[in-house]
């Protein structure tokens, strides 16, 4: 999946400078369905790196769904933040009325940076937006927690296939990243009694998720070369670059992160070391099938059924994978692909 050799079907820079407001959104494909995806609000270092990230998830957004087998396409929007920002209330209304504008065929929602309120602002201007107030969503962190369910499932369907056995217990993972989604998913481990090494770069979610789970804590430089079973990216994204990867200590790679890989390329590196790696659009799905669920008219239990169908897709990429003799990564854009009709 390379960004630029990629067609889009809109890409829309918002400017009001009278109200310090800056965004994009970024409708990749709708062929399966109206464009869902978050919107972020990030500090970038340039313009051009907002509109790259705003691509690039948007096109992730768009395989997620197909590979889901959701009626979606994938879209995302980003708010640049910075110093000159107008309130936010200002800011996410005036996303509102763009995305109104749009007539369904984007619809936002929360994503890295962006809360309920911030949704509830977008919800005063238009009615295609989800994680309101009172949403599946906003309800106890549920996107979060479905996500990490999804990765937990994903775990094992990737520990049958590289161990032949399912079983987490005694396995090492280690994860990277404590936030809602990696603490979610290490309350599971820990539950199916997984030996946890943990991570973050902020020392307050390291002290909670040793004491709580009986972790042993690394430093996050020395997480990627730690010895383990699974690596579980649970940060940032391009993780698994030309530096990374030669460090890592694992048999497998299965996480929550978005865009895990820093290009397309490092799918062959790490299938040429013989790591097993999760694709990440099919392992992190939880968070939009719970979305996909909601805007279907389904409850929390109907949304954690189709969760769990994520042990089933990831174990077809592996074995399309298998069949085709490539790597799963290139297994998994050409399962996306081919509901997509390319
Ligand atoms: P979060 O912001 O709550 O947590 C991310 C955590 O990573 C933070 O605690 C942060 O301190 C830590 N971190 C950042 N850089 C780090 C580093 N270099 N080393 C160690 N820790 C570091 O975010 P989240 O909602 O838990 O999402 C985690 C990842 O999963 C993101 O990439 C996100 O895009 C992806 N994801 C999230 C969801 C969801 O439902 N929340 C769904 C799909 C994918």
New binding site residues.
């Given amino acids: 999946m390379d960004v630029l050799k990629q067609s889009y079907e809109q890409l829309i820079f918002l400017q009001d400078l009278s109200i310090g407001f800056k965004a994009i959104i970024a409708i990749h494909n709708t062929k399966l369905g109206p464009a869902l995806g978050g919107c972020r609000m990030w500090q970038y270092a340039s313009d051009e790196s907002a509109i790259l990230d705003a691509l690039r998830l948007a096109q992730g957004m768009t395989y997620k769904s197909a590979v889901s087998g959701l009626p979606y396409g994938g879209g995302k929007a980003v708010i640049i933040s910075h110093a000159d920002q107008g309130p936010r209330e200002v800011l996410f209304r005036a996303l509102g009325q763009k995305i109104h504008d749009l007539q369904g065929t984007y619809i936002t929602g929360m994503d890295?940076g962006t809360t309920v309120t911030d949704m509830d602002w977008v919800r005063l201007e238009t009615s295609f937006v989800t994680d309101t107030t009172g949403s599946l969503g906003a309800v106890s962190e549920l996107?979060?927690k479905m996500?990490a369910y999804g990765v937990f499932l994903g775990i094992k369907a990737s520990l049958k296939r590289a161990y032949g056995s399912e079983t987490v217990k005694n396995k090492i993972i280690a994860v990277?990243?404590?936030?809602?989604?990696?603490y979610q998913l290490c309350r599971y481990l820990k539950q199916a009694d997984a030996t946890l090494v943990v991570?973050?770069?902020?020392p307050k979610?390291l002290k909670k998720a040793v004491d709580d789970f009986g972790a042993s804590p690394r430093r996050?430089h020395d997480i990627i070369s730690a010895p383990c079973d699974v690596f579980s990216p649970?940060?940032?994204?391009g993780i698994l670059n030309d530096t990374t990867i030669g460090q890592l200590n694992c048999s497998i790679i299965a996480g929550?992160?978005?865009n895990q890989l820093a290009e397309s390329r490092h799918g062959e590196m790490i299938h040429g070391l013989g790591i097993l790696y999760a694709p990440d659009y099919v392992i992190?799905a939880?968070?939009i099938i719970v979305t996909s669920v909601e805007l279907g008219g389904g409850d929390a239990v109907a949304a954690q059924k189709e969760v769990e169908k994520i042990s089933d897709t990831l174990t077809y990429v592996f074995s399309e994978a298998d069949a085709q003799g490539i790597s799963t990564a290139a297994a998994a854009d050409g399962v996306a692909e081919k509901l997509l009709g390319n």
Avoid: R, S, Y
């Fill in positions: 890295l996107t979060a996500t990277q990243g404590l936030g809602k989604v990696g991570t973050d770069i902020n979610l996050p649970c940060a940032l994204g929550a992160a978005n992190n939880g968070g």
